[in-house]
């Protein structure tokens, strides 16, 4: 038993931005993307809302079952650059999309990604009502931050353990 006569399950206890990126961690381990594995929660009043991950729309090819495989990795297109060129969907639209498809706001939510999203996702974000992004790991786009600082979007990068 911890202090206070508290079980160590309960002082262990996860915060909540901890167990919301552990979540999204959980969630990128769907994604079928051959280069990064993303996942993404949506949440609002700590309620889970909406995820994604990374990969192939409904009913079309993932890049792993392609002769060429993936084709932005066939290019040596950095990371980054030339998304019109893949297949897959990020996570957070897919979270986005998901949200839609079965008629639920987003407004006022807080997105968890274990990556900074890309421009894209951040426009997608701010129109989508989002109002906290939370993530992990970096990505190579400096607009994405600066459109969501402008848009008032509080971001805030976290290591978890």
């Known amino acids: 038993m911890a202090q206070n006569n508290m079980p160590?399950?309960?002082?262990?206890r996860p915060d909540w931005d901890t167990?919301?990126?552990?979540?999204?961690?959980?969630v990128a381990q769907?994604?079928?993307c051959l280069r990064r594995q993303v996942g993404a929660v949506i949440v609002r009043d700590n309620r889970l809302l909406a995820t994604g991950y990374n990969g192939a729309p409904n009913n079309v090819a993932?890049?792993?079952?392609?002769?060429?495989?993936?084709?932005?990795?066939?290019?040596?297109?950095?990371?980054?650059?030339?998304?019109?060129?893949c297949r897959g969907l990020h996570a957070e639209q897919n979270a986005i999309l998901q949200a839609a498809a079965f008629g639920v706001s987003l407004k006022g939510g807080d997105c968890y990604c274990?990556?900074?999203?890309?421009?894209?996702?951040?426009?997608m974000l701010i129109n989508a009502g989002i109002k906290r992004v939370v993530f992990l790991?970096?990505?190579?786009?400096?607009?994405?931050?600066?459109?969501?600082?402008?848009a008032k979007i509080t971001l805030e990068r976290l290591e978890i353990g």
């Open 19 to 26: 167990y919301f990126l552990r979540i999204a961690q959980l």
């Open 114 to 123: 274990t990556h900074q999203p890309c421009v894209t996702c951040a426009k």
């Open 137 to 150: 790991g970096d990505y190579p786009d400096e607009l994405s931050l600066e459109m969501l600082k402008e």
């Open 62 to 85: 993932h890049c792993f079952q392609l002769p060429g495989g993936c084709l932005r990795e066939a290019r040596k297109i950095p990371s980054g650059e030339r998304q019109e060129l």
């Open 8 to 12: 160590d399950h309960i002082s262990e």
């Open 30 to 32: 769907r994604s079928t």
